[in-house]
């Protein structure tokens, strides 16, 4: 039987509630689809901290390196905010992307049908929106070198963060996104500030030369970051896949992401290249939201993002479409038959906990897969 390694860091705040809705459909697709699954557990973020004194352990991040697919919930909260920089929890997740090599952030900004009210948009602005942002993962002013605070003596001190790219970085990160085009809408738009940056210009001629090169059948726009930030709330409806650097995507993907109604409905995946041997990517799968500690231990969370994040993991690391497909169907009906948590709520609509959302999406998920 094929066996399916999954490491599983559900972090801090709501992580290990939502971890614990996949944890059902996973046993589930074992029990019943003799799914293979093999689960292993470690620990991120503030909790690792706490176990180890680290963002993450040595032992943690050879499970992760072992591992097909990490799940991972969320990290932080305000029991870390004092603990010293190279080890606050939000270290644990930029070690697994780095060493990973997890350039590609895939963020899908999808608006359910059911929760186009939702939105802070007008809905028709909203309703079927379908965009895919490809962020940058594993370069530019995240981990750019210098990034220090320097005393200058005089009562002043200077901060640095260097933002940098080199040719290679923007070639593979603008043909996942031009592939990925291809199998969607079939439009590129690349998004950042030329005007003003050396590695915007950059930037803009390697996508513009990787296009021509080989993927011309794509259709490719150009827009200025701030300029595109106006346009996803404007119009956002005009784009299909979004490719950008790392800070600019952090920002515009929670803006899509809002789009959508809440932060709580969306899936990332962050993916390595092929291994050149068995073509396997390394992937990392997590929500976009963070760990909320405002409402982690009650019981309130939406799990959505983490489910779909898992149903993201069946599609890319284990190549089950059908699953995967039937999974983003539970959910979907799961919101048409008007079942919520607190923050997608609506008048008329049934306000459920994180359990039983989890629990209605596995019915509808076993029901469609009977
Ligand atoms: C994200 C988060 C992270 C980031 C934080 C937690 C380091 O905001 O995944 O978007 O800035 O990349
Ligand atoms: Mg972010």
């Known amino acids: 039987m094929t066996e399916r390694n999954l490491l599983l860091l559900p972090g801090d705040g709501i992580g290990p509630e939502a971890m614990a809705e996949v944890r059902k459909i996973i046993a589930y697709m074992n029990a019943e689809k003799a799914a293979g699954f093999v689960i292993e557990e470690g620990l991120v973020g503030g909790s690792a901290y706490d176990a180890h004194g680290a963002a993450i352990s040595e032992d943690d991040m050879a499970k992760a390196l072992a591992a097909d697919a990490v799940l991972f919930g969320a990290v932080g909260g305000p029991k870390w905010d004092d603990v010293p920089y190279e080890v606050r929890p939000e270290a644990g997740l930029l070690r697994l992307r780095k060493d990973l090599e997890l350039f590609a952030n895939l963020r899908p900004a999808i608006c359910y049908p059911a929760l186009a009210n939702a939105s802070s948009l007008k809905p028709e602005l909203v309703e079927g929106l379908d965009i895919l942002i490809i962020r940058e993962l594993t370069g530019g002013v995240y981990f750019g070198e210098p990034k220090t605070i320097t005393d200058l003596g005089n009562g002043q001190k200077r901060a640095i963060d260097t933002q940098v790219y080199d040719t290679y970085e923007i070639e593979r990160i603008s043909a996942v996104?031009?592939?990925?085009?291809?199998?969607?809408?079939?439009?590129?738009?690349?998004?950042?500030?030329?005007?003003?940056?050396?590695?915007?210009?950059?930037?803009?001629?390697?996508?513009?030369?990787?296009?021509?090169?080989?993927?011309?059948?794509?259709?490719?726009?150009?827009?200025?970051?701030?300029?595109?930030?106006?346009?996803?709330?404007?119009?956002?409806?005009?784009?299909?896949?979004?490719?950008?650097?790392?800070?600019?995507?952090?920002?515009?993907?929670?803006?899509?992401?809002?789009?959508?109604?809440?932060?709580?409905?969306?899936?990332?995946?962050?993916?390595?290249?092929?291994?050149?041997?068995?073509?396997?990517?390394?992937?990392?799968?997590?929500?976009?939201?963070?760990?909320?500690?405002?409402?982690?231990?009650?019981?309130?969370?939406?799990?959505?993002?983490?489910?779909?994040?898992?149903?993201?993991?069946?599609?890319?690391?284990f190549n089950m479409v059908e699953e995967a497909d039937r999974l983003e169907k539970a959910i979907a009906n799961v919101l048409d038959k008007g079942i919520r948590t607190g923050d997608i709520m609506a008048e008329g609509a049934t306000e459920v906990g994180t359990v039983e959302m989890g629990d209605a999406i596995l019915a509808e998920f076993k029901a469609l897969s009977a």
């Open 177 to 317: 996104a031009f592939e990925m085009a291809r199998t969607r809408g079939n439009r590129v738009c690349s998004m950042e500030k030329r005007n003003v940056m050396k590695s915007g210009v950059l930037w803009n001629q390697v996508v513009t030369a990787t296009h021509k090169e080989k993927f011309s059948d794509v259709k490719l726009e150009h827009m200025l970051a701030d300029a595109g930030g106006m346009q996803l709330v404007r119009a956002p409806k005009q784009f299909d896949v979004i490719v950008t650097d790392n800070l600019f995507g952090d920002m515009l993907s929670d803006v899509a992401a809002m789009l959508t109604g809440s932060l709580g409905m969306l899936p990332s995946a962050s993916l390595g290249a092929p291994d050149a041997k068995t073509g396997k990517r390394k992937a990392l799968y997590e929500p976009v939201h963070g760990s909320a500690p405002d409402i982690a231990g009650r019981g309130t969370a939406n799990p959505i993002a983490m489910i779909a994040s898992f149903a993201m993991c069946l599609r890319y690391s």
